[in-house]
């Protein structure tokens, strides 16, 4: 198996978390926050969509799916055009509020298949070229996709755990 089929089956598992995140919640429940400093379904799946739409296109030197298919537009937060949710107040938070949660999963399926062409276009040694050298050490290609994995795999567990809250108090 080769380093791009791993991350191609890591953030495979990214998106089938976030539709089951998301699944069966309405306006209230995606936006129903465990406490006054969490943060809401909506606003992880859209924060971990934002961070990886970011990140990726910034390594591939791609267009933001946010962006450039209107995501910005249809989701209509009011948010900075380029705000991820990277340091948001409570307050912030509580601003990601949407009525239908396939606009959340749309927006994700929209960056997750950005991400595979990325990926599946992928040579030997691209996963070494270094894409951020802001960092000591550089930061290459493949320790930035696999930071993005991480995010969104921590942000996810944290959706599935509120929604499982919201579930567990409806039911």
Request: no cysteine.
């Amino acid at each position: 198996m080769l380093a791009k089929d791993i991350l191609i089956d890591g953030f495979g598992r990214v998106r089938e978390e976030v539709h089951a995140a998301v699944e069966g919640l309405g306006p209230d429940g995606l936006g129903a926050r465990p406490g006054p400093d969490a943060n809401s379904v909506a606003w992880l799946v859209w924060h971990l969509t934002r961070i990886q739409d970011d990140h990726v296109a910034d390594a591939f030197g791609l267009d933001q799916v946010w962006l450039s298919q209107g995501w910005e537009k249809r989701l209509g937060l009011g948010l900075p055009r380029h705000d991820t949710g990277y340091g948001h107040t409570p307050a912030e938070v509580a601003r990601v509020r949407v009525d239908d949660g396939a606009l959340l999963t749309g927006y994700h399926d929209a960056v997750h298949e950005q991400t595979l062409g990325a990926l599946r276009a992928l040579a030997a040694g691209d996963l070494e070229r270094v894409v951020d050298e802001r960092w000591d050490p550089p930061v290459t290609l493949g320790v930035r996709l696999v930071s993005v994995l991480s995010d969104d795999l921590q942000h996810v567990g944290q959706a599935a755990y509120a929604g499982g809250l919201v579930r567990s108090a409806d039911a």
